[in-house]
């Protein structure tokens, strides 16, 4: 099993900060992957970005350029440092497990951002 607990979401002006954390417990040597997805009202759910086991990442193109993902692995944590943000960044984010051995993925509860214009 591997949990995962996202915080530091808020409420922030335009052009504002906020960094999310993504805690995960349990069976880290499973874990492939880390992945941040959001979902606004009405919309699907979109990737943001990943961080692989190796330190690889990938980046929505929406993002690139003001978002960085990174990680602690002394405390299991993975950050998303969001930068520059605009109103239509406002979603739910959660955090997202890929995992190896054909274990299924595991999800965050979500935390929610929100950035007025």
């Known amino acids: 099993q591997v949990q995962l607990v996202e915080s530091g979401g808020g409420l922030v002006q335009a052009g504002g900060s906020l960094r999310l954390s993504c805690a995960v417990s349990?069976?880290?040597?499973?874990?492939?992957?880390i992945n941040w997805y959001r979902q606004a009202p009405g919309k699907q759910r979109e990737f943001v970005v990943s961080i692989t086991s190796g330190g690889s990442t990938n980046y929505a193109d929406s993002v690139k350029g003001r978002f960085t993902i990174s990680r602690d692995n002394a405390k299991n944590t993975v950050y998303l440092q969001m930068n520059s943000l605009k109103p239509e960044d406002t979603a739910v984010y959660r955090c997202?497990?890929?995992?190896?051995?054909?274990?299924?993925?595991?999800w965050g509860q979500g935390t929610q951002v929100t950035v007025s214009s």
């Open positions: 349990g069976s880290i040597f499973s874990i492939a992957a």
């Open positions: 997202n497990a890929d995992r190896r051995y054909g274990l299924g993925p595991a």
